[in-house]
């Protein structure tokens, strides 16, 4: 069984906003972190946004005030909700998770969520201009 699994990708135009969707088995524990990173051809990982398991919230300078990340507990689901798009946003969007204690704090797991043990297959995002 798949752990992470994402949806809600697609192309947009500039300006444009989109919603993914990450739904996991329910292995998720309490004391974990979820994330969302991004990787465009030729480019590095990017973590763009992480919550921890008390619901606070991190953003990626690139991303934030236009990016949104939450979490349905009940519903095993992680959204990113992706406002005012823009060309340089167009990458493959992951999902991410892995306990707390692997991590100092949510800024590092934010820029190492890449390398996370748990990671989905992503989900495309395309803008145009």
């Known amino acids: 069984q798949v752990p992470l699994v994402e949806s809600g990708g697609g192309s947009v135009q500039a300006g444009g906003s989109l919603r993914l969707t990450c739904e996991d088995s329910g292995f998720i524990d309490t004391d974990w972190y979820m994330g969302w990173f991004r990787q465009a051809p030729g480019k590095e990982r990017e973590g763009v946004a992480a919550?921890?398991?008390?619901?606070?919230?991190i953003y990626a300078d690139s991303v934030q005030g236009r990016f949104i990340i939450s979490k349905d507990n009940p519903k095993n689901t992680l959204y990113l909700q992706m406002n005012d798009l823009n060309p340089e946003d167009t990458a493959m969007y992951h999902c991410?998770?892995?306990?707390?204690?692997?991590?100092?704090?949510?800024?590092?797991?934010?820029?190492?969520?890449?390398?996370?043990?748990?990671r989905g297959q992503g989900t495309q995002v395309t803008v145009s201009s």
């Open positions: 991410a998770a892995d306990p707390k204690y692997r991590y100092s704090d949510t800024w590092m797991f934010l820029r190492w969520m890449g390398s996370a043990r748990y």
């Open positions: 919550i921890n398991s008390d619901g606070s919230t």
